[in-house]
């Protein structure tokens, strides 16, 4: 029931920036945790920043001071703004959703129901 739609992905040199965007649609309120993750070939999905509401951000070490996680309640939509890319941060980025709620840390991925089909960020140098 619930649908996340990622745009806003491509390829960019080293130092620039993207932003990503996520429309959604199905979710019964505005104040439901919402997640950027990505992965990588060969790796883990890891949680790169989330919001809760106005006041709650979290952010992965390895993206604070350059990635920036921001919701437009009015659009449905969450934006992560992405500075200062690097070769590492090249991977699919998938848009993610708490429907159900639940005391699972943020970079948990089973906190999450709904999931994006994810756009792809690659970084060339």
């Known amino acids: 029931q619930v649908n996340l739609v990622e745009s806003g992905g491509g390829s960019v040199q080293v130092g620039g920036s993207l932003r990503l965007s996520c429309a959604a649609s199905g979710l019964t309120y505005n104040q439901n945790c919402m997640a950027w993750f990505r992965q990588a070939p060969g790796k883990e999905r890891e949680g790169v920043a989330a919001?809760?509401?106005?006041?709650?951000?979290y952010y992965a070490d390895s993206v604070k001071g350059r990635f920036t996680i921001s919701r437009d309640y009015a659009k449905n939509t969450v934006y992560l703004q992405m500075n200062g890319l690097k070769p590492e941060d090249t991977a699919m980025y998938y848009c993610?959703?708490?429907?159900?709620?639940?005391?699972?840390?943020?970079?948990?991925?089973?906190?999450?129901?709904?999931w994006g089909q994810g756009t792809q960020v690659t970084i060339s140098s």
């Open positions: 993610a959703a708490d429907v159900v709620g639940g005391a699972y840390p943020w970079h948990a991925v089973n906190r999450f129901e709904a």
């Open positions: 919001i809760y509401d106005r006041f709650s951000t």
